[in-house]
């Protein structure tokens, strides 16, 4: 045993290193003729010296190493990441070299402008700062709280880099701040038992709890039992990601279901179960994570959330462009017809049908429009300048619907030409009908004005059926992308005709209406409207695609890059 002196001298030595020789065991103590006094043992004032009179007169056998190893599957899924333009971002709490090595090791760039140092230099707990593996010198922020300062003075570099040494939880969170600030959508990927995670996972758009000890949320069932398990918590190679996308499918581990398998799908209780203290401390810090993967579940998984993601975002942005463009041709269209003193074209439990049922269906059938190809390689872009293309999405969206309110206002006007019975021309209309007021009109004149009406909307919700097929997809034509693939908008689009022309009929077949005076040519510019509509959604998209794809470039361009201000290029 250690004498009080030699104790004392430990304690008091933190930065020098003691070699105390073997102690000999209990029999053969009276034999041994080694002094074991605090006299004998060496003190020593660097690593290296303590190493070489460790081994002195000793011979090498061998020697042990241990290390991080990333999962398999991580160094293809970071490669995979970044051609869908998600920029994997490494946190390590070791100093710029180890965390250099373990990056190499996820296949993550360890160049020059690839490492920075969250920790401030007044920390003395930290390495001394950079060392330089090249001979162009770089320039970095160190620390934490001059990131901001390096962005607006200097260049992006912090923001294009993936690999950040010396991070503490808050500093990690800070840099997450800085990415959304950026414009960016961080993603978070860390364990489940860590439990600085928890604000780390509250801070990000979405976070993703990883469980990095295998089967350590099972449950223990009969009282008196203990789980006996792994109490290693393995290295959590993957701590943030930067630029994710925006959306993500919710996987929520039930608390409390009676009668339920734990050990299948990672929920932490069940009826007559004991909980683990790794299921109850997983549970506490993944309460912010809509997602969680087991410990041998691949992260491949996630790349098909993020698919899926993208494209129900695309198909949600493609729905809103309807309903907008729905509601932008209603008011143009009653708009036209009281600039021609003529009563409103559609009447208002018209527009209620349009908007609350015609509309809607369409926009919800476009949820199911077949999967794009290439969706895992377009480069999501910044989450700011949302209103940089106003003017220019306003110019389609009046070119796009200029057909349906064309077409809608001429069959409104040429049919309630001909149903007036005090009309004899068209170019009359708005004369004889703006003196008078509808509102004490006689019943044949209300009747032929609802048929107007009616003819309207059925002409309107034909053109719609029809803006609805080429809305599907941004910049894909309706020769690239066949409508019809889609069936649940097929089914859709002939439910809505189907019963817009049923409604149509009631009234008509019903009312006083002389239906019969409507002009043949009132009918043939109904359905030839499309002939100038589909040309028209070609041309737009064809010009949004060479500005997509012009932007595009751009983004991958700067996605790529490394380069700064102080760069060798």
């Not at 925006?246 to 009826?271: C, E, K, L, V, Y």
């Not at 599907?472 to 992308?481: A, N, P």
């Amino acid at each position: 045993h250690l004498s009080e002196a030699v104790r004392q001298m430990l304690l008091q030595s933190k930065d020098k290193y003691v070699h105390i020789p073997p102690v000999a065991e209990e029999g053969d103590r009276e034999d041994d003729d080694t002094d074991y006094s605090s006299s004998t043992m060496k003190l020593f004032s660097t690593e290296q010296d303590f190493l070489r009179d460790a081994v002195t007169e000793q011979i090498f056998l061998g020697l042990a190493t241990f290390s991080y190893e990333p999962k398999t599957d991580v160094c293809d899924f970071i490669e995979d990441l970044d051609v869908a333009g998600i920029r994997f971002v490494y946190f390590s709490r070791t100093k710029g070299r180890q965390s250099k090595a373990f990056a190499e090791e996820l296949g993550l760039e360890t160049d020059w402008n690839t490492c920075i140092l969250l920790s401030s230099e007044a920390d003395g707990t930290h390495d001394v700062g950079y060392v330089e593996d090249h001979d162009i010198k770089a320039r970095l922020p160190r620390g934490i709280e001059n990131i901001r300062p390096h962005l607006a003075e200097v260049d992006d570099i912090p923001l294009q880099i993936s690999l950040f040494a010396e991070c503490t939880p808050e500093s990690t969170r800070e840099m997450i701040k800085i990415f959304q600030e950026n414009g960016d959508i961080a993603c978070c990927i860390g364990s489940a038992l860590k439990d600085s995670n928890t604000l780390t996972f509250a801070v990000t758009d979405l976070a993703v709890g990883v469980e990095p000890i295998p089967h350590f949320n099972r449950v223990v069932y009969g009282y008196g039992q203990h789980h006996v398990g792994s109490t290693q918590a393995s290295h959590v190679a993957i701590e943030a990601s930067e630029n994710a996308t925006a959306a993500a499918a919710a996987t929520h581990r039930s608390a409390a279901i009676p009668g339920h398998d734990a050990a299948n799908d990672g929920s932490i209780s069940t009826s007559g179960a004991l909980v683990t203290q790794y299921a109850l401390g997983a549970a506490l810090t993944c309460i912010p994570c809509p997602l969680f993967l087991q410990h041998d579940t691949s992260l491949y998984t996630l790349m098909q959330v993020i698919s899926e993601a993208r494209r129900l975002l695309g198909c949600v942005q493609q729905a809103a462009v309807l309903m907008a463009l729905s509601c932008l041709a209603l008011v143009i269209i009653n708009l036209a017809a009281i600039l021609c003193l003529l009563p409103p074209a559609l009447t208002g439990y018209m527009q209620l049908w349009l908007l609350w049922v015609v509309a809607p269906v369409l926009g919800a059938t476009l949820m199911f429009v077949p999967h794009d190809e290439s969706i895992m390689s377009t480069m999501p872009l910044k989450n700011h300048s949302h209103m940089s293309d106003l003017r220019r999405f306003a110019v389609y969206a009046v070119v796009r619907m200029l057909p349906p309110v064309v077409v809608t206002v001429v069959v409104y006007a040429t049919a309630l030409a001909r149903l007036l019975p005090d009309v004899a021309h068209l170019r009359e209309l708005s004369l004889t009908v703006g003196r008078r007021d509808w509102l004490l009109a006689r019943p044949e004149e209300q009747w032929a004005l609802l048929a107007a009406q009616t003819y309207a909307m059925v002409a309107f919700v034909f053109h719609l059926v029809c803006v609805s097929a080429t809305v599907m997809h941004r910049t894909r034509t309706c020769i690239e992308l066949v409508p019809f693939r889609n069936i649940v908008w097929t089914v859709g689009a002939a439910t809505c005709l189907a019963l817009t022309l049923a409604f149509a009929a009631l009234l008509l077949v019903f009312g006083d209406a002389h239906v019969d005076r409507v002009p043949w040519y009132t009918y043939v510019i109904a359905l030839a409207g499309p002939l100038l509509l589909l040309p028209l959604q070609d041309v737009c998209k064809l010009h949004d695609k060479k500005r997509w794809t012009r932007q595009q470039k751009l983004a991958k361009l700067e996605f790529k890059t490394k380069l700064g201000l102080h760069s060798p290029l």
